[in-house]
């Protein structure tokens, strides 16, 4: 498995999705569609995207019960999607179940990753709010175990937590990481952030990235920056 940029196409509508994507040309990048794409354009965004050529992460983040989770995911696997995820937090029963729905009648499936805790839930919020005791970092460690033994191949982590995921859950098991920024970018809202040549450094499997590829004067210029930083080890 290569490492990869995968772009974050946060986007309102299909119209301003194919007009970024067409400036890419014959370049393909790997697409993230997240909720507010597909839940207002529906599957045919899916279909639409892949059709044009393009590797796609479904970041739909599915958390209900084991049955009603492989249901889903079966339907999700139909739309030739390469990546999706859910929510470490449905239990190990679940995330089996998950994997269930997502294997095709010929094997195959799309590779399948976890959410440990949302990076919007603070320490505070777990203990007072959600009752679970202990720190945030094990309980984070403890859902991507948990991912690992249910036979998923990886987890959404920070670019922070990739080198203790490795660590813990094996090289092999994937880290994908957003919260990645240029050197010389704006933070936006993210926190805690990283390049793409130090996510490359420690380890990350893939790097999603939105607006400082979305909102750069040149996209395909960050694009390439990106792949080249990453990808290509260069700073
Ligand atoms: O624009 P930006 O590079 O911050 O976009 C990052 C993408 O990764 C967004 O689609 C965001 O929802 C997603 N994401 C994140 N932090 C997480 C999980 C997902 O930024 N912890």
Redesign the pocket.
């Known amino acids: 498995m290569g490492r990869d940029v995968i772009v974050?196409c946060?986007f309102a509508s299909a119209q301003e999705t194919f007009d970024f994507l067409d400036k890419f040309g014959g370049r393909k990048p790997f697409v993230?569609i997240?909720m507010e794409l597909y839940y207002s354009q529906g599957p045919s965004i899916v279909k639409a995207i892949k059709d044009r050529g393009h590797k796609i992460f479904l970041?739909l983040k599915l958390h209900d019960i084991p049955n009603t989770v492989k249901k889903a995911m079966a339907v999700l696997s139909r739309l030739d999607v390469d990546m999706t995820n859910l929510h470490a937090g449905g239990g190990i029963e679940m995330m089996e179940a998950a994997l269930e729905g997502l294997t095709r009648p010929d094997g195959t499936r799309p590779l399948l990753i976890a959410?440990t805790m949302?990076?919007?839930i603070s320490q505070d919020v777990m203990a007072n709010e959600l009752g679970i005791g202990g720190e945030l970092p094990d309980t984070v460690m403890k859902y991507a175990a948990n991912a690992a033994k249910a036979g998923l191949d990886g987890v959404?982590?920070?670019p922070q937590e990739a080198q203790t995921v490795h660590s813990a859950c094996g090289s092999g098991f994937l880290t994908v990481t957003?919260?990645?920024?240029f050197a010389d970018g704006d933070k936006?809202?993210?926190k805690r952030v990283m390049t793409p040549a130090q996510a490359n450094q420690i380890g990350s499997d893939y790097i999603?990235?939105?607006?400082?590829?979305?909102?750069a004067a040149d996209p395909v210029a960050a694009y390439e920056r990106c792949m080249s930083e990453f990808v290509g080890g260069n700073v």
């Open positions: 974050a946060d993230k997240g970041d959410v949302l990076t919007s959404v982590c920070s957003p919260g990645v920024r936006g809202d993210q999603v990235v939105g607006r400082p590829i979305t909102a």
